[in-house]
C-alpha cells in the first residue's frame, strides 16, 4: 500500500493564483481530512469528509473548496491565494470518524504564496 | 471549548535519559481519544501511541507510554532511555466531538524535543 499520497511536494503561487493540492489514499478509509500546519501552532482542520459524496467544513475553511467524488481523493483547491495561505498543508485519513480511529497522514505540500 | 495544551514549547534530553512530554486537555465529552504523533525534521506526522478515555490501563507502545491522569485531564508522553533519533517536535491532539455528531483531532502547539548526545 501506498498509504496517503500528496502532491505536489512543493509549490510557489503568486497572489490571486489558484490551485489544487492532490490527496489519495488506498486504504479504502472514509474519512478524510485537509489540514494547515503554521510554524508555533498545532494542525487546523480545514475541511473533512466522511465518504464520498459527503464534505463538511472545519474550523478554517475559508478560501478552500473541496470535493469527494471517489472513496480515494479528496482534492483541496485554493479559489485565490493569498499571502496567509503560505503553510504546510497535510491531508490525512482513517477508516472512521471514532474516537479510537488513529489517522494516518500525507507527506505534506510546503506552500509559499507571494 | 475543547483545548489541547503543550506548555513545554522546547526540551533538551541528555541521551538516554527518560523524557516526559506534557498535555493537558479540556473536554466536556465522556468519549475521547488522545494521541500523540511524532514530527521530523523531515516533516511527516508518524502516530506514536493512542489512549482511550474509558481505557482503565496506561497505553504503550515499546520506548512510549502514556501517562493518563483522567481525573487531573492529563496525557503526558513517557520515552524511555531517549536517543537522537528521538530529536523532534511532538504532538498531542485529542477527538472529540465539534459540535455535531462528528469527532475532530484538535491539536495542541508541539513540543520541541532535542537529544543530546
Known amino acids: 500500500n501506498a498509504g496517503v499520497t500528496q502532491t505536489p511536494k512543493f509549490q510557489v503561487l503568486k497572489t490571486g493564483q489558484s490551485m489544487t493540492l492532490q490527496c489519495a489514499q488506498d486504504?479504502?478509509?472514509?474519512?478524510m481530512s485537509w489540514y494547515r500546519q503554521d510554524p508555533g501552532m498545532g494542525l487546523r482542520l480545514i475541511h473533512y469528509?466522511?465518504?464520498?459524496?459527503?464534505?463538511d467544513q472545519g474550523e478554517v475553511p475559508n478560501g478552500y473548496n473541496v470535493s469527494r467524488s471517489t472513496t480515494e481523493d479528496f482534492p483541496l483547491r485554493l479559489l485565490s491565494a493569498a499571502p496567509s495561505q503560505t503553510s504546510v498543508y497535510f491531508c490525512?485519513?482513517?477508516?472512521?470518524?471514532?474516537?479510537?480511529?488513529?489517522?494516518?497522514f500525507g507527506p505534506g505540500t510546503r506552500l509559499l504564496v507571494l | 471549548a475543547q483545548k489541547i495544551t503543550q506548555t513545554q514549547p522546547g526540551m533538551f534530553v541528555q541521551e538516554k535519559e527518560a523524557v516526559t512530554l506534557d498535555c493537558t486537555y479540556d473536554?466536556?465529552?465522556?468519549?475521547?481519544?488522545l494521541f500523540w504523533y511524532k514530527q521530523p525534521s523531515s516533516g511527516e506526522m508518524i502516530f506514536l501511541i493512542y489512549q482511550g478515555s474509558y481505557d482503565e490501563q496506561n497505553a504503550t507502545e515499546g520506548r512510549y507510554s502514556l501517562n493518563f491522569q483522567k481525573a487531573r485531564k492529563s496525557a503526558n508522553l513517557v520515552i524511555s532511555a531517549s536517543q537522537l533519533g528521538d530529536s523532534a517536535m511532538y504532538f498531542c491532539a485529542m477527538r472529540g466531538r465539534n459540535g455535531d455528531s462528528n469527532y475532530q483531532l484538535i491539536w495542541g502547539a508541539g513540543t520541541k524535543l532535542i537529544i543530546k548526545p
Open positions: 490525512a485519513s482513517s477508516y472512521t470518524d471514532r474516537v479510537g480511529e488513529t489517522q494516518y
Open positions: 486504504m479504502n478509509h472514509e474519512y
Open positions: 469528509s466522511v465518504g464520498a459524496g459527503i464534505t
Open positions: 473536554t466536556s465529552d465522556q468519549s475521547y481519544g
